[in-house]
């Protein structure tokens, strides 16, 4: 199938979507599997858009939240929307999702503990929707995996319960979710998106689906496998160039080079360089997961992974390594880090966010424990995990800090901060504290490369 770039004018698909957008009539509805932080906004979306949209998740308690309009993971502007939408409902009863003309599938596809993908949830969702669906009706799978997951694991499943044929009886694409929390500007209606599909008539059945949902360009990939690597290849990247200025960063602490400053001067290349920060390790549900689903699909095609992987190693050690700056600013001052009291700033993996998902801050914690010392922990966005209420309890008694997620609030702390409460040595594991500042005040300042 060739590749083409889609905009919105070009396509005009014959479809069973051709009464899209609403009024539609009744029967005109898209089911939604998996209301989390990448469904939730595209349900919304959808009801923005007069489609009637049908929000399903088997986590019934997320549902009762969803159907009194709660949910604190998304967007204002979302919640907004949310609010006033009187055409989408939410729903954990399969028998509210009958005969749907589209079925998005937004499921979690993480690893299991030996980093191996866990397709359990993208299975399950495949055979609730394989039950459902009816001849005519689109399919689309939105989470991320590694090529081939979509045609080998998806598929045979949607077919086998469903009884009915991709192509010939219902229309199957994939367009890997690209949302990126917390992120204002780039939000699931904005994002550029790309589409691999089963056949001819299912892309041009998800893209006119999409053309009508989206206000971003679509670029039609030659296959699904072809859309699943975009995905795999653009999180893979980010994870390799983040090991790639942490590593640095643990060979200049060395050198006494500050890293910070050699990124923003190569910065200045107006070409060929794009700056990462190094910090105190890397999380969230995509970055460090993604890697291992191409690793492991290399490993079934017979190919290793090596730099892939050892991106990944580098990045799963700078937690212990944020640490390690501790002990060492610690035995500078002939103290040590057993017995001593640490104010952990942060718990969340990202900034100005409450997802705490494979957060380092978490490893960070469990190291400093490991290593006997005492934490209290603040994070303004997790208050369920934060042992503190307020930064000033966290840091009252306490003799070092590690800032582990760059909050903007933390982002404004000044050397006072911690001085007033006898805090003399600060792990600024976010690279995010105005250093000099922190260095004239006469406390212990180290950050990750800096
Ligand atoms: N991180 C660094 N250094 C960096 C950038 C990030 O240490 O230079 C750390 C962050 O602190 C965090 C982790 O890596 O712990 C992941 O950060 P992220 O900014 O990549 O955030 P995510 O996980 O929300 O990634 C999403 C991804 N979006 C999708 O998968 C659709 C990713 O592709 C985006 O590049 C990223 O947002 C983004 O650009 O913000």
Known sequence: MKSYAIERELVHAPSVLDDFPSPLPSTSSIVVVGVGYVGLPLAILAASKKYRAIG????????????????????????????KQDNISFTSREDDIW?????????PTPVKADHTPDLEPLKNASRIVGRHLSRGSLVVIESTVNPGACEDVALPILESESGLEAESDFYFAHCPERVNPGDVKWNVRTIPRVIGAIGEESLAQAIALY??????????????????????VENAF?????????????SFDRAGIDLLSVIEGASSKPFAF???????GVGGHCIPVDPYYLIRYGEKNGFEHRFLLTARLTNQKMPKYAVRRLSHALRQKKRLLRGST????????????????ESPALEIEKELRAKGARVRTFDPFVPKLSSEGTLEDALQGADVAVIATDHTFFRALTPENFTRAGVDIIIDGRNCLDKKAFQESGVTYRGIGR
Do not use: W
């Open 211 to 232: 053309q009508n949902l989206l206000d971003a360009p679509l670029q039609a990939m030659p296959s699904i496998k072809e859309a699943e690597a975009v995905k795999m």
């Open 274 to 280: 794009m700056p990462h920060i190094p910090g105190c």
């Open 342 to 357: 640490v104010a952990l700033l942060g718990l969340a993996y990202k900034k100005d966010i409450p997802d705490h998902r």
């Open 99 to 107: 005969h749907a003309s589209a079925y998005i599938i937004c499921v």
């Open 238 to 250: 980010r994870d390799i160039n983040i090991a790639f200025v942490n590593e640095l960063a643990m």
């Open 56 to 83: 399903f998740d088997i986590d019934e308690a997320k549902i009762s939240r969803l159907t009194k309009r709660d949910a604190n993971y998304i967007t204002d502007e979302e919640q907004e929307l949310l609010r």
